[in-house]
């Protein structure tokens, strides 16, 4: 592991960060297929070939970001991170780790339960993933994007440049 912090992210940081958020933007804001899906599977037991491509769309959109999380999460160990900005308030800088402790945690949350639901069957795991955990990872994403945006905005550091283009 690298003694001194990084100025900014790697370039395979950066992609990973951002594949990972149109994978999960996408999974979050397009769940039709796999809600297909399962409405199908609760009502008749089965689904129509159209319903299980749709919903694999979903599931492998899923795999991906959990590998990309797992990779991502390596190159944190390996290449480190950038120090916060010492202009930012302290407290802030406790949330931003508690958000990204939070917004990792479901990361990978959400995918290990999608794939308790859709490969293993377990009904709770999808509960889980749908109805709770979803909202969580949503409420979790607007405050990451606020947070990001109030650095660019308010506190003017290069937070957000960092993640960006380096």
Known sequence: MQ???PITYSLPQRIL???TAVLVLF???LPD???AWQHAMRRTGAATVDQIASANIHAYAGLAVLLMVLFRLLLRNIQGVPAAPVSEPSIFRLGAKIAHVLLYGLLLMM???????YYLGWG????LHADILKVILWLILAMHVAGALAHHFYWKTNVLRR???G
């Open 3 to 5: 003694m001194t912090s």
């Open 17 to 19: 960060h951002w594949l």
């Open 27 to 29: 999974n979050l804001l």
């Open 33 to 35: 297929g796999m809600n």
């Open 111 to 117: 995918p290990l339960t999608g794939i308790g639901a």
């Open 124 to 127: 709770s795991a999808g509960d």
């Open 163 to 165: 993640m960006t283009i």
